[in-house]
Nanobody
């Protein structure tokens, strides 16, 4: 079973940038889609962005459109979420997961990583 491991979180000032990584280990990432979700304290986990692993098609939540960019390195079995112009509202634990199709639905995803904390100070 593929294990997904997020990294790259941290503390950044508003307007700053971070790049999150989601590395697949154990096996080659062979799902259709890699997605990113986030969960802020006291809130439900919400969709952020997703990329079709072999086709490269991407989809972003409106709240991050134009600020966040997905990419992937198939050879390294790793996906990336470049986050620019960060806002305090982006503060959350960010998770990556796999899905069998491009979806914004939480329950379409599996093989969740452990998450990485992103904190944006004002």
């Amino acid at each position: 079973q593929v294990q997904l491991v997020e990294s790259g979180g941290g503390l950044v000032q508003a307007g700053g940038s971070l790049r999150l990584s989601c590395a697949a280990s154990g096996r080659t990432f062979n799902s259709d889609t890699m997605g990113w979700f986030r969960q802020a304290p006291g809130k439900e986990r919400e969709f952020v962005a997703a990329v079709r692993w072999n086709g490269g098609n991407t989809y972003y939540a409106g709240s991050v459109q134009g600020r966040f960019t997905l990419s992937r390195d198939n050879a390294k079995n790793t996906g990336y979420l470049q986050m620019n112009s960060l806002k305090p509202d982006d503060t959350a634990v960010y998770y990556c997961a796999a899905a069998d199709r491009l979806s914004v639905r939480l329950y379409d995803y599996y093989n969740w990583g452990q998450g990485t904390q992103v904190t944006v100070s004002s």
